[in-house]
T-cell receptor
Framework: NAGVTQTPKFRVLKTGQSMTLLCAQDMNHEYMYWYRQDPGMGLRLIHYSVGEGTTAKGEVPDGYNVSRLKKQNFLLGLESAAPSQTSVYFC?????????????FGPGTRLTVT | QQQVKQSPQSLIVQKGGISIINCAYENTAFDYFPWYQQFPGKGPALLIAIRPDVSEKKEGRFTISFNKSAKQFSLHIMDSQPGDSATYFCAATFYGGATNKLIFGTGTLLAVQP
């Protein structure tokens, strides 16, 4: 199993450009999450989904949109990129129930907005 | 609003020493406290977790100590090794909640010197 994969691994955008980050998981998990990681600020939740067709806002949703059309995929979109969105983006997935609330993370996408 | 405070921001320990990372939380409704380990260029991965019905949990060289009345918990790494050099994140959530959302601390960069 590949676990959680993210595409692309690196990207450089100019201010105002748009892009979509793709997250895919092969563990049949219900829940999926998008985080951004910035120095000194830890991991902050952008948006999350508790099932196919559902999305909800996290701690820092402004400037981002998401879609979960298929259970295994969770897309993060930037409509008009800003330098403040320069960050490392992580996708994660987990499953409800059981004794473990473990989130499984992808390898990350490093985004630079100039 | 930061609900989980983590310290120190960085830590240097000699090989064989004890590494200690501390976290404090504000929301008394939190009842599941995991620690995640992140190596450079990788996504975070679950290391160890605790629920507040116990004051300590040990897995190999890693121990979580939990103080419910003080709303604090800490990670102890005994006999620290260079391979333990990584960023460590504490987190908190609601066990049995509907989303498995995690609130992360800001992270601690641990360097174990040989």
């Amino acid at each position: 199993n590949a676990g959680v994969t993210q595409t692309p691994k690196f990207r450089v955008l100019k201010t105002g450009q748009s892009m979509t980050l793709l997250c895919a998981q092969d563990m049949n998990h219900e829940y999926m999450y998008w985080y951004r990681q910035d120095p000194g600020m830890g991991l902050r939740l952008i948006h999350y989904s508790v099932g196919e067709g559902t999305t909800a806002k996290g701690e820092v949703p402004d400037g981002y949109n998401v879609s979960r059309l298929k259970k295994q995929n969770f897309l993060l979109g930037l409509e008009s990129a800003a330098p403040s969105q320069t960050s490392v983006y992580f996708c994660a997935s987990s499953d409800p129930g059981g004794d473990s609330y473990e989130q499984y993370f992808g390898p990350g996408t490093r985004l630079t907005v100039t | 609003q930061q609900q989980v405070k983590q310290s120190p921001q960085s830590l240097i320990v000699q090989k064989g020493g004890i590494s200690i990372i501390n976290c404090a939380y504000e929301n008394t409704a939190f009842d599941y406290f995991p620690w995640y380990q992140q190596f450079p260029g990788k996504g975070p991965a679950l290391l160890i977790a605790i629920r507040p019905d116990v004051s300590e949990k040990k897995e190999g060289r890693f121990t979580i100590s939990f103080n419910k009345s003080a709303k604090q918990f800490s990670l102890h790494i005994m006999d620290s090794q260079p391979g333990d050099s990584a960023t460590y994140f504490c987190a908190a959530t609601f066990y049995g909640g509907a989303t498995n959302k995690l609130i992360f601390g800001t992270g601690t960069l641990l360097a174990v010197q040989p």
